[in-house]
């Protein structure tokens, strides 16, 4: 049976984009659907996504991911936009229909779902967020907007996250080394690393994990990191006994709800998660990076 994504192609663009590896995730999938449809990377400099968009129909894109740094600057461009893409204010996956823009944001929902996934509850739970960054953002939104109790967000720089915190009464923002972080992961529920701390060719590391001591027993720790698939953040957690999980489950489910927008399909999750975990291990466990990007002029 045919499908409207036959004989088109689909993208993901972003500066650098030669590390992502949406392409061996959504191409996976699309094999898996028997859907004929090629997925590729697209280098589209810094600051110029408005310049670049028009041309996107031209280049026979049904729609494409977005990645660093055009989340953001995608979100004035659209012609619609999600809830969750107004919500974040950012946009990661646009599809395009009759030459018109669809803005929408799957990472807060892929990471709820990669959650549910591990066991782990967000209702009703006081949640540590480490890191205010974009990824921060989507996860302490959406905790908020799904029923978390609380969400605390301790950061290096709290400046930046001014505008996070005053979304609602219940995101709290601190410093790291502030004493409000500390009484906040002694009544955590739920705890996640939003910093890029113990990531693969990331050489800051957490200078110690004692504060993972001040946890009550069995509060689940989550990692976004997925390179490696163990940080060590998660090493310390489960010695700790906490329930550990890495950011592999958000990155697939991130993903599998981008190509339900562009295909227009309810997928099998546990499905497209088999097809994609065969392709997407090896290349984790090599540390393999993917092939080189194409460079599109900006
Ligand atoms: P980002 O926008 O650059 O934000 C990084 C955050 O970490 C900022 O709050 C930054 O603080 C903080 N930070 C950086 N270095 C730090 C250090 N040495 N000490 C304390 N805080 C530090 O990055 P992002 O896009 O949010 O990504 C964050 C992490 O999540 C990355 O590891 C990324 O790979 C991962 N991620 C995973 C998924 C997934 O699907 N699993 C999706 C998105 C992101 P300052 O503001 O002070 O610099």
Redo the contacts with the bound molecule.
């Keep these: 049976m045919s499908h409207l994504l036959d004989g088109k192609k689909l993208a993901v663009i972003g500066d650098p984009i030669e590390h992502s590896l949406s392409p061996i995730i959504q191409q996976a999938m699309l094999d898996e659907l028997g859907i004929s449809c090629t997925y590729e990377r697209i280098l589209v400099q810094a600051g110029s996504v408005a310049a670049w968009l028009p041309s996107a129909p031209e280049l026979n894109l049904a729609g494409f991911n977005a990645t660093?740094p055009h989340k953001t600057d995608l979100v004035p461009l659209m012609d619609t936009l999600s809830d969750d893409a107004r919500m974040y204010r950012s946009v990661n996956t646009v599809v395009i229909r009759e030459g018109r823009f669809h803005g929408h944001n799957t990472?807060g929902e892929?990471f709820l779902r990669a959650l549910h996934d591990a066991g782990m509850e967000h209702r009703n739970r006081r949640v540590v967020v480490y890191?205010?960054?974009?990824?921060?953002r989507s996860v302490v939104l959406k905790l908020t907007a799904a029923g978390a109790e609380n969400v605390t967000v301790c950061?290096?720089?709290p400046k930046?996250a001014e505008e996070l915190a005053a979304r609602s009464p219940r995101i709290r923002l601190c410093g790291?080394a502030e004493t409000a972080c500390e009484e906040a992961l002694q009544q955590a529920g739920l705890f996640i690393n939003?910093?890029?701390?113990g990531?693969q060719g990331v050489q800051?590391q957490f200078d110690d994990f004692s504060f993972l001591d001040r946890l009550p027993a069995s509060t689940p720790v989550c990692d976004?990191?997925?390179r490696p698939l163990k940080t060590r953040l998660l090493e310390e957690a489960e010695k700790r006994g906490h329930p550990a999980a890495n950011?592999l489950g958000?990155?697939i489910h991130?993903a599998i709800l981008a190509l339900e927008q562009f295909a227009s399909l309810s997928l099998d999750a546990d499905l497209m998660k088999k097809a994609v975990m065969k392709r997407l291990l090896p290349v984790l466990n090599r540390g393999q990076l993917p092939p080189e990007s194409r460079k599109v002029p900006g």
């Excluded at 890191?131 to 921060?136: L, N, R, S, V």
């Excluded at 939003?194 to 701390?197: A, G, M």
Aim: hydrophobic share 45%; glycine share 18%.
């Design positions: 660093m990472d892929g890191g205010a960054g974009g990824a921060a950061c290096r720089t930046k790291l939003c910093t890029p701390l990531m800051a976004l990191i997925y950011g958000m990155l991130q």
